[in-house]
């Protein structure tokens, strides 16, 4: 953030935008409970507000309510200039569903003002506060522009940490614009760029003037520092938009949720299995273009059950993107295993107790790598496998991330597609093959599941929508096989109960925004 | 519920009360956002008014907020009657801090009355509704209570969800108490028994006589159905109390935990890992207590780096407790893995990955017993090991359900001596030799770690009580000790993410009520 003041500065700039609580970075969580994080979010004010020399800084951290009743922060924006706090503007609407949990920390303001700064009368506001305009969302009664009005601001200032999900990006410009058009002002959205866990941030500020027109909307994905002259965007100019592709961008969303990940925790290596499938298969290229080919290392873990085409896949796509393999059979791990049991299964038949055993070996391998090098290993179970709980616990269940836990089986395709635009990057035969968890022989999913191009319309009602089962069966899908899945869903809580985080690209991801009792009998 | 109507009919009782939310569970989590879920609710509340003949129903159960504006749903007492609806009564104070959520789900009642029935006026209230009695609660501005009284009340209804903790049922009596001798009205105190999922509800319910004597407060961790009689409750008489003893209410909680656990998914059977330590005897005897001791069944797992001891203290409480184990060694499976991987580890030495390896083992092995016969895997991780890390994902961090990982490991030792009061169950070796995960050879847990003395008050003021490290320090714990504890704690969040649910006994256990960043900076 100093950098970027010294940048600022530089370009001659008046006032420079951080995004919301980016002191201490969002979502903090229950850090916020503890004082000690608190004052270490006041030092940082202090810290930013002794490097404001020519240029005013506008930035998110919390505070502390000064009143006894409620809760014991606010969230704030903070206007700092020439080492002073000239104003503190608190957050109004907070988000209390999905991944949010702000009411649970913050008190709502209940005092608007403005800030007047170099003849300029600013409004500021953060993320959801925008949310509410004519009183048009049933969540909240109140609408802080609309008290910030009378003081007659020249623009508007929002600070957000706005998640990223692929469909979001247009109803933010569409609500930036219902502002701009009902209050007749230009607005400087600044949102937050990067990953916090599971959590992806994209950024896509929207510089907008008075007209409603997109001055610019930035890069997505990106941190970017850019200077605009308030009268060049209240004249306006032909828009500079992002182009918007659900695949591009969850493509670029989860290379950002890996490097991130890593980033923040200090690691730079991953490891993953490859099976020849196509989920380890776009995960490992997904990882390789996050953190460098040379940092990736995979393990090819064939046992009797794998089909001779799959260790050759995988090698191939291995060389192809330049990726550090081993070959590691599994079969005399999996007997030693079944010489010690036999004195407890005796005669029993093999069934999934078997499968997960070899499953587990090959999690137990993994976790070797990452162990003895540092890797962290990349979990590659797709949406549709989760949710129905198609998977071994600790076995590929296992990982320190789930890179493509929100992504559906059939977008998996699509992301494989998309990856093989210019050149076969990912091998054909990898795409076209069955899926198999190859645990048995001759295994396919569709064994055990219906084909994805009809398992997933179902999930998708069920996990985005809520809708009821019946409405789900009314819109033509088989009535057996509907009450069967929405039982695998809610009985396979407990795995995800016990799963990484899961990087979220859809508006509603298993993890933090989706809390489900695990002992509930709801449709179980 | 209607089992119990029926006792009520034949006691002659005016007025069954059930507990909050009773109909869908209490918490029943984002099942509330399932539009079919609340229908079943609502059809819940039908069956019920259907049963009430001679006598009336209270009953917790969500209801539908008919204006646009806020939350969906109210948290809701119904008041019902001979087929009617006689009164609602919404909840006013909604918990939304450590393992609640309720803001999340509900908007706060605006609107208070009171039921009138057989002449006599009744003040519904739930749960929190009784806790911000003279405003005193710094979270709350509303007290329901102050709203009611202009009605005139002759007793209050307080159903509620209260989870255990183990210092939690005195400040309720001393709740109920205040709000006694404020309206000077005996109070019908009816709290939720049973667990769901980690939370374990108590039960205790209380009855006050209106001058602040408790008339009874019924046993804890049981369903209880008993019949007062109001006249006799004013008339007060010798205090009936529940005796209240820390290590007794974790034993007894614990033991609801996991027997709730396993009969509301519908298993009856459980398998551990028995090491001849601590944490696993203890956990295997509350098994035991729990299912039936014919229900559980133990694997032996020896290494090369077992002492003898281990097998012999793990073979002599199975014969205690009438427990079937089984000796399953590890040496030739873990030989296995080593083979497989030298061509990758060559020379490297031993380190933390071969410990790993064989805590993996074991939990694979664990796992192909619960795969293969229907048991669910307990974990054995106490408290203290899950706060700072020391433990193996998918090795004896595995398990469906954790047991102690809300209880300290000194709090273990009293355990094991609690249940030792009587007769020696757990062989008297297993209490006093020097804890060891045994992965290496000599090892101890004070070769990485403090004495447990020493660490788990650091870690009760860290995670209880949200103490300054500086703070902590100022308490006379040494500087350095202090900083690599808390550094631990929260680097291994990643960790504890990946764990099963844990039983809460505390008023800070690991799990939903505590939302940590796994990539958050703050001591790490």
Same mark, same amino acid.
């Given at each position: ?82 080492? #002073? /706090?000239?104003?503190? *503007?608190?957050?109004? @609407?907070? +988000?209390?569903?999905? $991944? ?131 009268? #060049? /965007?209240?004249?306006? *100019?032909?828009?500079? @938009?992002? +182009?918007?592709?659900? $695949? ?254 899961v990087l979220r690209v859809s508006r509603k991801a298993f993890g933090m925004g989706r809390r489900?009792?695990?002992v509930g009998k709801y449709l179980s």
């Amino acid at each position: 953030m100093i950098n970027a003041i010294k940048v600022a500065e530089n370009e001659g700039a008046d006032i420079i935008c951080f995004s919301e609580l980016a002191t201490c970075g969002y979502p903090p969580r229950d850090f916020l409970e503890f004082d000690d994080f608190i004052h270490l979010a006041e030092d940082s004010i202090e810290v930013l507000k002794n490097h404001s020399h020519q240029v005013a800084i506008v930035v998110g951290s919390p505070s502390r309510n000064p009143v006894i009743e409620g809760k014991d922060l606010y969230n704030s924006a903070y206007f700092l200039y020439q080492g #002073e /706090v000239l104003y503190i *503007q608190h957050k109004t @609407l907070l +988000p209390t569903y999905d $991944i949010f949990d702000e009411y649970r920390y913050f008190e709502p303001a209940s005092e608007y003002g403005i800030v007047e700064f170099k003849g300029k009368k600013i409004a500021l506001t953060i993320c959801e506060d925008i949310w509410n305009l004519g009183n048009e969302n049933p969540l909240y009664t109140v609408c802080p522009l609309d008290h910030m009005m009378p003081y007659d601001p020249d623009f508007i200032i929002n600070i957000s940490a706005s998640p990223f999900s692929f469909s979001k990006a247009e109803s933010r410009t569409d609500v930036i614009r219902a502002n701009v058009h009902a209050y007749k002002l230009p607005m400087f959205y600044i949102n937050h760029v990067g990953a916090q866990t599971e959590i992806i941030f994209d950024g896509g500020s929207v510089i907008m003037s008075p007209d409603g027109t997109v001055y610019e909307e930035l890069d997505y994905f990106e941190e970017i520092i850019k200077t605009y002259d308030l009268n #060049e /965007v209240i004249a306006g *100019q032909t828009p500079v @938009l992002q +182009p918007k592709n659900k $695949i591009t961008e969850i493509h670029d969303a989860l290379i950002l949720g890996i490097r991130d990940y890593f980033g923040k925790l200090g690691f730079s290596k991953a490891v993953l299995g490859l099976s020849g499938g196509i989920d380890s298969a776009v995960t490992a290229v997904l990882a390789a273009r996050a953190l460098g080919p040379e940092n990736i290392r995979v393990l090819l873990m064939p046992s009797q059950f794998s089909s001779d085409h799959s260790v050759q896949d995988a090698i191939k796509l291995s060389e192809n993107q330049g990726i550090q393999y081993d070959i590691v059979p599994i079969k005399d791990i999996y007997e030693a295993f079944m010489k010690e049991l036999h004195s407890i299964f005796k005669d029993l038949p093999f069934n999934v107790t078997e499968e997960n055993i070899q499953a587990r070996i090959r999690g137990t391998l993994n976790m070797a790598i990452s162990n003895k090098f540092g890797h962290i290993l990349l979990n590659t179970s797709n949406k549709s496998e989760m949710a129905v709980g198609y998977g071994t616990l600790y076995g590929d269940l296992a990982g320190g991330l789930s890179v493509i836990g929100d992504v559906y089986k059939t977008e998996v395709f699509e992301l494989a597609r998309y990856i093989n635009k210019d050149k076969e990057v990912i091998p054909e035969n990898t795409i076209i093959k069955p899926p198999s968890a190859e645990l048995r022989p001759n295994q396919k999913d569709t064994d055990s599941l219906p084909e994805y191009e009809e398992l997933d319309p179902i999930l998708f009602e069920y996990i985005e929508n809520r809708t009821d089962p019946a409405d789900i069966i009314a819109m033509g899908h088989d009535e057996k096989l509907v009450r069967r899945i929405l039982r695998l869903v809610n009985i396979n809580e407990f795995k995800r109960h016990q799963t990484a985080p899961v990087l979220r690209v859809s508006r509603k991801a298993f993890g933090m925004g989706r809390r489900m009792p695990i002992v509930g009998k709801y449709l179980s």
